[in-house]
Structures are given as C-alpha cells and as structure tokens.
C-alpha cells in the first residue's frame, strides 16, 4: 500500500530517538504537518506523519469504508519499520487506539502520547451519549454504513472537532482537506478488536481536551487509569487539540515529557 508521508527534520543534529504521527478519523498527516511537525522538528526530532490508507494521499480510498483497525496498524507498521531508531508515537483519537494495537506487538516502542484517544474498552460511552444528544447522526451513521455523516457539514465538524471559537476561516480550511472513514474500524471499536491492555507496558503519556464532545474527560481519566498513568486535561480546547488555539501548550507538554523521558 503506497501511503502518504510527510517529514520534517530538524536544521542541526537531530536527536537519536525520532518522533512518528498518527492522525484519527476523517484526517490525514496534514493535520500534523499545520503546527506539530514544524515545533518538534525546531526542537531538534526527526518527525514523520503519515496518512493512513484511504487517507488524504495515499492509496485506498476505494475500499475505505470496509477497512479495520488491523489494517490500519498495518499501515503504521509499514511506515515505522522504515526507521533506524524505533519512533516514539505521537497519536490523535482514532490513532490512539490504533497505537495501542499496535503497542500489543512492538514492546520495542520508547514511549506514546495518546491525544484525546479512543479508549481501549471502546467508544460505547460516546454512542450512547449521542444517542440521547444527537440521536439522528448515529441512526444514519448506521444505516448508510458511513462515518463521513457525523461531520458531513462543516458546522457539524465543528461541533465534534473543534472549540465554538475557532475562526469560520480555519474551519473552512481544515474540513476541505477531511474525507471519509472505514464503517469497520467503528466496528473495531465499539468490541470487535479491543485493546489487550495487558500486553502493553510502553510508558504512556494521555492528554485530553476539557470541551471534547466525543472523547470525554471522564474517557481520558479512565484510559490513564488503565495503564497506571496520569490523565493531563488541557483546558477551554475541543477535540482538535493539535489543530486547537492552545496547541502550543499541548506541543510543549509533550516536549517536557519526551524530555523528562530522555528520548
């Protein structure tokens, strides 16, 4: 599968650990490559994102609606095995929980941060608070057999990405550059291919997003709980929090923490 990748190294000598991205749904690498890519390449990393298959540029788009998280980890696989170094992960919703998969088979893995992640029991908690919030967008999302239905307008991707205060330009901006999502990886994640929390003892850094009205707080707490960390809220940001205003403070956390981590 020939995916989509974008680098950013850093000017001088590049730290020995190198940094991969993995977006969530309905995004691709370029929503790394607006604010995150430049910051952690300046501080010195070797950053590379990628778009998973079906995704912004890479190959697939024709079979996305039935593709799985396995498949997707496969992709993140393709692209992290081309390293010298095993890459620290840096991943976003969706993302998250295909780290996590992949987390199962690569004990070699430094370290991940899981931003806003879905969490490894699943997003049945998010179903079923839409389903007494918004009722119609999960009903059709079921009978079209399509995610895309959740944000198919952009005032819709608002309301689950993003802060009420985001201006109407970026908005516009991000939503040109979104496209569909798999039907199956839903599936994945609601029980068909859970996470086996056992089996991962990478150290973990869990940041969600106080406004976010899919991957809840409460979520977030319970997935740091899980793995015997530390759930970090960041405050006054939505879902987005890569894409968010405060972005910075998120990038900059991470920094502390790969840091702290000597990575």
């Not at 992960?89 to 899981?114: D, N, R, V």
Request: net charge negative; proline share 6%.
């Amino acid at each position: 599968m020939k995916l989509e990748i974008i680098n950013k190294k850093p000017d001088g000598k590049a730290r020995q650990t190198p940094l991969l991205f993995v977006h969530g749904k309905w995004h691709g690498a370029w929503c790394w490559d607006e604010y995150f890519l430049p910051y952690f390449a300046a501080h010195g990393y070797n950053c590379t994102a990628l778009s998973l298959r079906g995704h912004a540029g890479s190959d697939g788009r024709k079979g996305l609606r039935w593709y799985s998280i396995a498949d997707y980890v496969s992709d993140v696989e393709q692209v992290a095995s081309q390293f010298d170094t095993s890459p620290v992960i840096i991943a976003h919703s969706m993302g998250g929980f295909i780290t996590q998969k992949y987390l199962e088979k690569h004990p070699e893995t430094p370290a991940a941060a899981l931003l806003t992640a879905i969490p490894p029991t699943g997003l049945w908690p998010t179903i079923l608070t839409l389903l007494g919030q918004k009722p119609d967008l999960v009903l059709k999302t079921v009978a079209v057999l399509n995610p895309w239905v959740m944000i198919d307008t952009p005032e819709k991707a608002r309301w689950v990405l993003f802060s009420d205060n985001l201006s109407e330009e970026l908005l516009q901006k991000y939503y040109r550059q979104m496209n569909g999502e798999s039907f199956r990886s839903l599936l994945d994640e609601l029980g068909l291919n859970l996470i086996r929390t056992k089996m991962i003892q990478t150290p973990l850094l869990v940041i969600g997003a106080e406004n976010d009205t899919v991957i809840f707080p409460s979520m977030v707490q319970a997935t740091a709980q899980i793995y015997g960390a530390q759930a970090e809220i960041f405050p006054d940001m939505a879902h987005d929090v890569m894409l968010e205003a405060g972005w910075e403070k998120v990038a900059k956390r991470i920094l502390e923490w790969l840091e702290d981590n000597n990575l």
